[in-house]
């Protein structure tokens, strides 16, 4: 009896003992939205997300685990995704820059971006993470007034194998 | 007129998209002249519950593939994986399998960036 006590006693000793943790380090990228963009209205024929027009930039995060096997392609919106009824054209311009970076030889990246359209490519050749910000500014007809209503864009965010 | 003019480009808070392997393989299928690749995603994004899958040759033109569904439905913080069926004959073709998340962007809906992975078929 007392050495069955005694075995239960080491069978229940080494079950507290050893608990393994299994983790996997691979190679991948994760698109991360950051902060939320907001339009601001300075004139009537004008929406636009930079922060001197009252606007807020929106912000996307991406992180890779190892340099140089991914580019990121952010494009900025060129129609609206939700809007009142507009009878006139709207004129879409736009820009991405890096806005934060968690390793200094990431500040290189908007020197050697590439842009075309309304696309932006940055090479994400440095392990980490890094935020852009996405300016968007939206002109309706000759200097006419946006219609009030919701006006909503997608800003669209891509992490691509190289 | 402006409390509705100044509106939005809605990102929500933290929340994450991943889609892995970097670089899949394709593999031989129990069907003959189909190869595979399982590839996993990870929904980490509140805001977002569906994605689209696809698979793009070299000049991002679209390759035909097989799936149980193209769009499939990932709940917040799931994890699938998910197989995706070639034509063997469209091997050389194939470069890119992507995924990206199926925006809502009518009714009260906020979301606004719209997510893309894609790994390469080296």
């Not at chain 1, 393994?20 to 380090?25: M, R, S």
């Amino acid at each position: 009896m007392k050495k069955l006590v005694i075995l239960l006693f080491c069978a229940f000793s080494a079950q507290a003992e050893e608990m393994e943790v299994v983790g996997n380090v691979a190679s991948k990228c994760v698109v991360t939205p950051d902060t939320a963009g907001v339009y601001g209205n300075p004139t009537a024929d004008e929406l636009s997300t930079d922060p001197t027009d009252g606007g807020v930039d929106p912000i996307v995060r991406f992180d890779v685990i190892q340099a140089s096997m991914y580019k990121a392609r952010i494009l900025y919106p060129t129609s609206f995704s939700e809007a009142p009824a507009l009878n006139d054209t709207v004129v879409w311009t736009g820009d991405v820059a890096t806005s934060q970076v968690s390793d200094t030889s990431m500040s290189g990246y908007d020197a050697a971006k590439v842009e075309f359209d309304n696309v932006t490519e940055f090479n994400l050749t440095v392990t980490g993470s890094t935020w852009f910000k996405t300016e968007s500014k939206a002109e309706y007809g000759y200097g006419k007034a946006f219609p009030g209503g919701v006006y909503r864009a997608v800003v669209s965010a891509e992490c691509i194998a190289i | 007129m402006y409390r509705y003019l100044v509106l939005l480009l809605t990102i929500s808070g933290a929340s994450a998209h991943e889609f892995t392997p970097t670089y899949p393989k394709l593999e031989t299928s129990y069907v003959e002249g189909v190869l595979y690749t399982s590839m996993t995603l990870f929904n980490a994004r509140k805001d977002v519950e569906y994605y689209e899958f696809g698979v793009f040759n070299a000049e991002w033109e679209k390759v035909p593939f097989a799936m149980q569904n193209k769009v499939m439905r990932f709940k917040h913080l799931e994890k699938k994986k998910v197989d995706i069926y070639i034509r063997e004959k469209d091997k050389e073709e194939v470069v890119y399998i992507c995924s990206k998340s199926k925006l809502i962007v009518t009714g009260n809906a906020k979301t606004s960036l719209s997510s893309r992975i894609c790994s390469k078929v080296k």
